[in-house]
């Protein structure tokens, strides 16, 4: 077995997402409209890029994610794209944080996107990223506010790519 | 959609579903740990109370008098981390 294969099986959560409707009943969801993704406009190099995650990070000092609520938090927090990790926190129950909170950019890539912008392979960074939690068990508050509420602020950025990255 | 399945048990008096759904949220997706969970916080709680230490029971009886019935709900699962904290194995990080 080589070393990718051996980290492979080192995984915490094998499995884990086949599991999803079983751990949280009724919390899948289906969609009966497609929204197709949208193309570039420009090249990336001219590009301004921000990123939503859902891995609960936040600025220090900010009102903390409410990890605890049954139903989940429908809030955001805006991320200055240029903080350094240690200005960061993470408040988050849903997936195991150890490894983050020795590098955060393992979920929360912020300082290899600094360096793609510093390199010009993406244009610039908008001012904020945006961060939330996973764990929403109302589907519909989940696209009707809180995804409405980051569209608009992604949008009042000016940015042109979304990176979207799941926890 | 799950709001509309936790509701649909809370009509249908599905105790089973409900608790299950408040085992699967403290045990992180796994019933048998959130029950654990549960266990542990008052355990935890009951511990703190053993020597009969004085407590501020004006600001408990105030609380319960003055706050909505959703804002104690909420603070009772805000008790339930902090009592499982306390305890000191804090499941939720992936270091236990």
Redesign the interface.
Known sequence: MDEFDENKSKQ?RPG?WA??NE?????M?TKSDFVPLAKLKKPLPESRLTFVSTAGVQPKNSLPFD?????GDYTFRRVPSKSKPEDLEIHQ???????A?RDLNVIFPIERLQELAEEKIIGSLSPNFFSFIGYN????MLEEKLAKDIAEAVEAEGSDVALLAPA | ??????KEAVSGSDTE?LI???R??FG???EAAGKQEIDKAWIEALKLLLDVPATDREFILNILTEKDAATLA?LF??L??YFVERSGEWI????V
């Not at chain 1, 751990?23 to 919390?27: K, L, Q, T």
């Not at chain 2, 939720?92 to 270091?95: A, P």
Request: aromatic content about 12%.
């Open positions: 915490l884990l599991t999803v751990r949280y009943p009724g919390s969801i990890t605890v609520h049954p139903v129950l849903k997936y195991p944080t150890v490894g909170e068990m109302n589907p519909e | 959609m799950s709001l509309q399945y936790l579903k299950r759904y408040v699967l949220h992180d997706g796994n909420h699962f805000h339930h981390f939720h990080d992936g270091r």
